[in-house]
C-alpha cells in the first residue's frame, strides 16, 4: 500500500499560480504512473495529469497549456504547477499511482488532499 501526502493548496485569486506538492511512500514506485487528482463540490474525481518514472506526460483538456506535472523519483515527490487559475480550478486535489499515464484508475487509498480555492 502507498501513502500519500499532498501540501501547497490554498486561496488564490484567478490567474494566478500555486505548486502543489505529493510524497508518497511505500516500495516499487518507480514501475507506476503517478496522477494529480481533483474532486470539486457535487462532482466525481477527475484526472488532472499523470506522469511515468521516465517522465511522459498526460493532461485532461481543460488544464493543457496551463498545468505542469513533475516528479522527482529520488524524493518520491510529484509535483503539480499550475498556472493561470480559474475558478472552475477550485476542487480538492489529491495523487495516486496509476498503472499507465493514460489510465485513471487509482491504485491505492487516497491522503487527506490539499484545498485549492481560486476567488476574487
Known amino acids: 500500500q502507498v501513502q500519500f501526502v499532498e501540501s501547497g493548496g490554498g486561496l488564490v485569486q484567478p490567474g494566478g499560480s500555486l505548486r502543489l506538492s505529493c510524497a508518497a511512500s511505500g516500495s516499487a514506485l518507480g514501475i507506476y504512473a503517478m496522477g494529480w487528482y481533483r474532486q470539486a463540490p457535487g462532482k466525481q474525481r477527475e484526472l488532472v495529469a499523470a506522469i511515468t518514472s521516465a517522465g511522459s506526460t498526460n493532461y485532461a483538456d481543460s488544464v493543457k497549456g496551463r498545468f505542469t506535472i513533475s516528479r522527482d523519483n529520488a524524493k518520491r515527490t510529484v509535483y503539480l504547477q499550475m498556472n493561470s487559475l480559474k475558478p472552475e480550478d477550485t476542487a480538492v486535489y489529491y495523487c495516486?499511482?496509476?498503472?499507465?499515464?493514460?489510465?485513471?484508475?487509482?491504485?491505492?487509498?487516497w491522503g487527506q488532499g490539499t484545498q485549492v480555492t481560486v476567488s476574487s
Open positions: 495516486n499511482i496509476q498503472r499507465h499515464v493514460l489510465s485513471s484508475t487509482p491504485l491505492s487509498s
